[in-house]
């Protein structure tokens, strides 16, 4: 199974082992090599003598096969989260890894051979079958370069796994899942608001135990138990929560997933994730709010920002796994609880993440209908929710959940567990997905308090919006980095990393800061001029009409570096103070003064937010930064921000 890291490292739909990377770690002797070494762990123990390194294994990289290979020490905490632990590494289970550190360690061993060195590493693909068995083609490496003096790697076939954006293509035709009534109607689940199906309020029963079932005397493993190290478990529990069926693109083409939640009676949930013709096999099977038997699944890592459940990991149900409903006995009772609530003023820092919110609601905004791009029809509704920190943030809903919004309700607690904390152009909104669960005055603690704030102090509370107004005013302390930093740290590569940066304008690219476009209303592709008129070749239009569109390039700079920054559209109207069709008609009418706007916006010191991205191009990879908004630096803010960092720095032990 793939995993997010991995797709970094894919390409042609392949994740390819870097062929004689062992020997190029023996040549170099370079602790931070310039390309990431894609290696398969095939065997793997705890060191007991523990001479270099805590964790010994032997590993392959398509040509040779090398041990003793070490794991730094500092890593024991990485290697039991990523599965690589004692007895759990064979045949069929092969983590591939990438790492920037392979080297040898200058340790001496008892084999007078030096082993290798591993200080980091990214785990790319767990549940791998070992991609070349040790009697194959694969040489033994020797230690030493000079053994393998004629090691030619062009000579060697690329070893690799077919990697399906997160799916290990097999081909093998499985039996069905282990289903009792395969005839269940696809049941269509209804938007859920106020008590989702499943879902007790407190005052309910206790949980009811269970053990006595009918389909089986078999005892059931706690969910709570699960582990990729559990060996033959099974586990009982009531459906919470049935996602929709949906289509992944991924690189070998489209393919169904289908997530559910599964909850026991000690209140434990996990998440199960099962592709393709399983997972139309399974939403076939899986109903809201009823029992089910699973066995036989793979576990893997919880993916935080798609998993609420709590759970460190996740079922993935492939064609052998056991998913039955169980008839008899009773259903368990799930009690609505907001494990991972957060406050709203504690948003800020956790972007990109699912948590459970509690909150009034302080506004329904009205439904707003759009055609996209491609000329779908969306509705979409706003929920602003406010809490006892004053901050204010929006919910949004889509389809039929923005429909079904009770309007009226202003004032009334929302619960919502797990609801997705979404960055968009420098606001923080609430989204939901799959799993997402919102209920009108839920009956958790906390409630009442968050009813009676609003009747007495909504009136007279100062509040913050993070989702309108300017979103960084809230983050200025939290992403204020130096320029200097950024680079050195790489922001923005693997994940991309919002910042704000108070730096100074240093030049800005004017002949360019505006260019002819589509004149489609959602498109800014630049149009090509030719006998037709301007083609637009994303919209495949041509026509004698354009619009004119910011493409704002500026160099910024710190007391520590200096980068170039692009602003786009209205970010780029709004610091320019016009719009591109204004700016253009300047540049016309009055070519020198159209130089002199530039000239005037050099040496400002601003405040920038801006988003630092990873992007390939002509298989190069570089940062690029864009800019959301500028502002005038506020000195009443700034400076006790720069106060506490000098205080933090004082306190530091010399
Ligand atoms: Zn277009």
Redesign the pocket.
């Known amino acids: 199974m793939a995993t997010d890291a991995c797709q970094k490292y894919i390409k042609d739909g392949k994740l390819t082992l870097s062929t004689g990377c062992i020997n190029t770690s023996f040549i170099e002797l370079n602790e931070a090599s310039e390309n990431a070494k894609i290696i398969q762990i095939i065997n793997y123990k705890e060191d007991k003598n523990k001479k270099v390194g805590a964790f010994k294994a032997k590993i392959i990289d398509g040509a040779f096969a090398f041990h003793p290979v070490f794991f730094h020490e500092s890593l024991a905490e990485q290697l039991v989260k990523d599965g690589i632990v004692n007895g759990a590494v064979n045949s069929e289970n092969s983590p591939i890894i990438a790492t920037y550190s392979l080297c040898p360690s200058n340790m001496a061993m008892e084999s007078n051979r030096l082993p290798l060195m591993i200080k980091s590493y990214e785990l790319l693909y767990t549940n791998c079958p070992a991609l070349e068995s040790e009697k194959s083609n694969l040489i033994k490496y020797s230690g030493d370069p000079e053994d393998h003096k004629g090691f030619d790697k062009t000579k060697i076939t690329p070893v690799f796994i077919a990697v399906n954006g997160g799916v290990k293509t097999e081909k093998t035709e499985a039996p069905p899942t282990t289903i009792s009534n395969p005839s269940i109607p696809i049941k269509v689940v209804a938007p859920l608001i106020n008590k989702p199906i499943g879902m007790a309020t407190r005052g309910a029963p206790p949980p009811m135990k269970t053990n006595s079932s009918g389909s089986s005397n078999q005892s059931f493993t706690p969910i709570s138990a699960i582990t990729p190290y559990a060996s033959k478990w099974r586990i009982k529990g009531v459906v919470t929560s049935k996602e929709e069926m949906r289509t992944v693109k991924m690189k070998s083409g489209e393919s169904k997933v289908f997530n559910f939640d599964v909850c026991d009676d000690k209140n434990s949930t996990i998440k199960c994730v099962a592709f393709g013709d399983v997972a139309e096999r399974t939403y076939l099977v899986v109903q809201e709010n009823q029992m089910l038997a699973i066995s036989g699944c793979g576990v893997r890592q919880a993916n935080k920002r798609f998993n609420n459940t709590g759970h460190e990991y996740e079922l993935s149900i492939n064609a052998t796994s056991e998913v039955a409903p169980l008839k008899d006995g009773p259903v368990i009772v799930v009690q609505y609880e907001l494990k991972n609530r957060v406050k709203l003023d504690e948003l800020p820092r956790k972007v990109g993440e699912s948590v459970d919110v509690l909150a009034c609601i302080d506004k329904v905004n009205e439904l707003n209908a759009f055609t996209s791009k491609n000329g779908g029809n969306f509705v979409k509704r706003e929920v602003s929710l406010i809490d006892q920190t004053g901050v204010n943030i929006n919910f949004v809903l889509w389809g039929d959940q923005a429909k079904n919004f009770p309007e009226h309700t202003e004032g009334q607690p929302l619960g919502i567990k797990g609801v997705f904390v979404k960055e968009f152009n420098g606001g923080l909104t609430l989204g939901t997905t799959g799993s997402t669960k919102y209920v009108l005055t839920p009956d958790v603690d906390g409630m009442a308090e968050m009813c009676e704030w609003y009747n007495n102090s909504r009136g007279t509370v100062q509040t913050q919006s993070l989702s309108t107004g300017n979103a960084s005013e809230g983050s200025l302390g939290r992403d204020l980095r130096l320029l200097g930093t950024a680079s050195a740290l790489q922001l923005g590569r693997g994940e991309q990393v919002y910042m704000n940066v108070k730096g100074r304008i240093m030049s800005v690219k004017g002949e360019t800061a505006i260019y002819k476009s589509?004149p489609?209303e959602n498109?800014s592709?630049k149009v090509i001029e030719n006998e037709d008129g301007y083609r637009?070749d994303?919209?495949n239009?041509s026509g004698d009409k354009y619009k004119f569109t910011y493409m704002l390039q500026m160099e910024i700079a710190d007391m520590t570096g200096q980068i170039w920054i692009t602003m786009f559209g209205k970010n780029a109207e709004q610091f320019m103070g016009m719009t591109a069709e204004e700016l253009a008609e300047i540049k016309n009418e009055n070519p020198s003064e159209y130089e002199d706007i530039f000239h005037r916006l050099k040496f400002a010191t601003r405040i920038f937010r801006i988003r630092a991205k990873s992007e390939v191009y002509n298989d190069e990879e570089r940062i690029k930064y864009n800019a959301f908004t500028v502002d005038v630096p506020d000195y009443n803010k700034l400076n006790p921000i720069l106060d506490t960092v000098i205080d933090r720095l004082n306190a530091l032990p010399i």
Do not use: E
């Open positions: 589509c489609s498109c592709k637009c994303k919209c239009i």
